[in-house]
């Protein structure tokens, strides 16, 4: 600089580079030490227990169940934000979520949130959004008569017709032809979706309840559920492209009837986008998935509102563009591999190296060492010491 301005008062020009290294360097460093210094909780996850709601079985693909105050909450963390997924297990406590989420560096937010959730949240000042509509059916009052389910049964004659075949199997699940029919259905529709909602695992779907359909011996179509102790909940939806008309229908239909015959009393066939006012002005009609919630109406479901309430203009435009990336691009899907069992077969290969055979001829008295080289023969290295 003193180069540059060979004219100029030296001193002055001193003083001009200390006062902007220490406006745009040293205060900033300070100010981001001080934030560095407040103690930070880490959350600590709950173990799931068998009456919790059945769509937390998404702990098995990176959500976690955290405690805040007498509530348990269904929670992923995304770009700083700490966002609780669905209604809280126990009394909806927004300020000691909030807390409980500030503590450990994270902003609240709150998504598919319930009415009780809404009302708290909007009761300390948050904005509250209505995003989607869960359709709910109560499978011990459900039947597929009735003016309003005519829609329905029309689909399921066409799925008697065409000769549509369930299973509904609770092991060895055929999990290679389902494989081909999810590829089929991700080619169709780009990916697959993802945080709060479910991604093909063979691992979670052992764990699920899982219901078949065939024509004659192939494979057209599954759907899978989240069962609780007390409620069920659809996950995964998949068909390859030209089932005949009626057979997802016939899938809902037959896990309708397994819950009236094993006591459950709620069943939900997952949330839509809502066609609220607002969510219309901001969307195109495609991304309202028209066709999605037309599928669903014909059960005729009670249909509950789904929110999303976050503290902030800014927070709550962060809050909805972080999930809706999140939903769209979920990124690769971490999936486990089950445990090798005690009559597995393990098979690997070993590089094949080139010796020499003199180190192999070993003379009297000569003492027997391995050739200290490794990998193919184009690309020999010493092995490190141990």
Known sequence: MLALLPHS?????????????????????FLGLLGLLRPVAPLVAERQSAPM?????????????LRAGPALWLCRERLGLGIAIGPAFGPAEIGSFSRTMRRAGLVPVLYKAGRAEALAARSLGWQVLKVAEEAIVDPQKWSPEGSSRRQLRRHLRHAAQAGIRLEAPRHRL???????VNTAWTLKNRRERGFSMGRF???LLEQQRVFLAYSRDRLLAFASFHAGAQDWSLDLVRHVDGSPDGTMH?????AIETCRAEGISRLSLAAVPAAGETLTRLLPAAALAP????FKQSFAPDWEPRYLCAAGTFTMTRAALTVAAAIHFPGPSLQRRPPCGPLSEIRFELPAILCDCDEWNLQPGQAATLPQITGPAHDRRPLPPS
Do not use: C, H, K, N
């Not at 016939?250 to 037959?254: M, Q, R, V």
């Not at 066709?291 to 037309?294: A, Q, S």
């Open 250 to 254: 016939l899938l809902l239909t037959s």
């Open 174 to 180: 055929p999990i290679a032809e389902m494989a081909q």
């Open 201 to 203: 695992a063979p691992d």
């Open 9 to 29: 008062d030296q001193a002055a020009l001193i003083g001009a580079i200390l006062a902007f290294r220490i406006i745009y360097y040293l205060l900033p460093a």
């Open 53 to 65: 709601p059945s769509e937390w079985g998404l702990v098995r693909q990176g959500a976690a169940i």
């Open 291 to 294: 066709g999605l919630r037309r």
